[in-house]
């Protein structure tokens, strides 16, 4: 086996991997979820779920992908106990990946061509209602969107073929790096607006009496969802480490590092919303539509404009790059492909299969994708696939393989991942790990499906 490459630096790992967990979701679907569920004692509540679902399944990955020294089909197939099977999940994973990437191109897509519009002053001046349509004429300009999602492609797949140290890491960098200056800056800027003080207020006095059956399993599926767990996204970062540190410790500074991101963004989103009246439970229009009308009523709303969607298109291209170096280095592992073919091959692929999203809001809007879900196009099919299927399927399948004796085994995982200096993985977790947490992932999957296909089941 030839020698793994891995990353220059420590901060490199933990910064790359922490940017594949940050993206859209730690600002987009976080905003708008923490203010339909009563702000702060939704976040309690999802702090809690990324600690007890994020920080086992986390470490799980780390501890795979660097014991294997490979992807996740590798990995599996390397662990496994001779003549199972738990390594087709594991190809079925990297899928997830390229799934992933089939809608997630597109919505990345949308953010540049905000920030683009941002720039030019396309937004300044308009109504809410223009905004409105403005969004919609986005998703309707099928050209347009098509050339936004191939920038995306062109410029994550040019990050990769400079290699995992000159282009992934040290891009990787500089993207997250950009990202936390933003963060502060805004956040800054939020927090001294008049009136901005009832938005941190909901923000972080948490009110439990409210607190409804619905917002509990929202925050347990947004702690789950944000961290990409379940299709091998981290088990490729832990593969390109060495054994001086444990993981438990790197898997909480990962998971530190999202929740933070997200908490930011989210403090930024709903001090600006209280201060100019808005209703902070607007929606998924929230980002696209909502805050752009309030950047327009602020001092300098081009400026800040500029920097919102900056910060929002960072946050969804070092998801990108880092999902894309997962199928890079898939295709190099078990094809012995050089990464320049790699690059090339996946990065048409990509492009050509992410094409359907792009349609579905254009020309092919009428093709119903999901049974029973009225309205369902290409992007809610390859969501359903990724968010409700693969993710928590894949960390069922993970919790078992590394938990018990038919699978990896706990004193493998164990051994690997208390390799090093740091936080060790406690031991006391194994029933945890190998029984209670797998019927809450269980409890994920299901609610998920009932909700997406029979809600009026539900008891909320």
Same mark, same amino acid.
């Given at each position: ?85 738990? =390594? ?28 683009? =519009? ?63 200056? @933003? ?77 933070? #991101? ?57 998801? #990108? ?22 690059? @090339?091959?996946?990065?048409?692929? #990509? ?14 809007? =009428? ?32 919790? @078992? ?60």
């Amino acid at each position: 086996m030839q020698q793994r490459e891995q990353m220059a630096t420590r901060l490199g790992f933990l910064l790359i991997s922490a940017g594949c967990a940050v993206g859209l979701g730690n600002i987009w679907r976080f905003g708008w979820v923490v203010g339909e569920h009563g702000g702060a004692a939704f976040i309690v509540i999802y702090l809690v779920f990324l600690a007890i679902l994020g920080f086992p399944v986390m470490t799980m990955e780390f501890a795979m992908g660097r014991a294997a020294q490979r992807n996740l089909a590798g990995a599996m197939t390397a662990l496994e106990p001779q003549g199972s099977k738990w =390594h087709v999940y594991g190809h079925i994973g990297i899928l997830g990946n390229l799934i992933l990437m089939m809608f997630y191109t597109t919505v990345a897509g949308w953010t540049l061509a905000y920030l683009y =519009h941002s720039l030019v002053g396309n937004l300044i001046g308009r109504s809410p209602d223009e905004l409105g349509a403005f969004f919609g004429g986005l998703l309707a300009n099928t050209p347009q969107l098509m050339l936004w999602m191939f920038l995306v492609v062109v410029i994550g797949y040019l990050v990769c073929a400079m290699g995992l140290r000159r282009g992934v890491e040290r891009i990787g960098k500089v993207m997250m790096g950009g990202l936390f200056v @933003l963060l502060i800056v805004l956040a800054i800027r939020a927090v001294t607006l008049p009136g901005a003080g009832s938005g941190l207020e909901f923000y972080f006095r948490p009110d439990f009496a409210g607190l409804s059956l619905a917002a509990v399993y929202a925050a347990m599926a947004q702690a789950f969802f944000t961290l990409s767990l379940g299709i091998g996204s981290m088990a490729i970062f832990g593969s390109y480490i060495n054994k001086q540190r444990a993981l438990a410790g790197e898997s909480v500074r990962v998971i530190g590092i999202d929740a933070v #991101v997200a908490l930011t963004a989210g403090l930024i989103i709903f001090a600006t919303a209280f201060a100019f009246g808005v209703d902070p439970g607007s929606g998924a229009g929230l980002v696209f539509i909502t805050l752009p009308n309030i950047f327009n009523a602020m001092p300098f709303g081009q400026l800040w404009s500029i920097l919102f969607f900056l910060l929002v298109a960072l946050a969804a291209m070092t998801t #990108v790059v880092a999902v894309f170096e997962n199928l890079t280095a898939y295709a190099m592992d078990q094809w012995g492909w050089t990464r320049t073919k790699a690059v @090339l091959v996946e990065g048409i692929a #990509v492009f050509v299969l992410s094409i359907p999203v792009v349609l579905g809001f254009g020309p092919w809007s =009428h093709i119903q994708t999901l049974p029973g879900v009225p309205g369902s196009i290409f992007i809610d099919l390859w969501d359903f696939i990724v968010s409700y299927t693969l993710l928590p399927v894949g960390a069922l399948i993970f919790a @078992l393989f590394c938990s018990h004796r038919f699978g990896w085994g706990w004193k493998s995982f164990m051994e690997e991942a208390n390799t090093g200096e740091g936080m060790r993985f406690p031991e006391g977790l194994r029933v945890y790990c190998g029984v209670i947490l797998p019927i809450i992932i269980f409890v994920v999957l299901v609610v998920g499906m009932i909700g997406k296909f029979a809600p009026d089941l539900l008891p909320w």
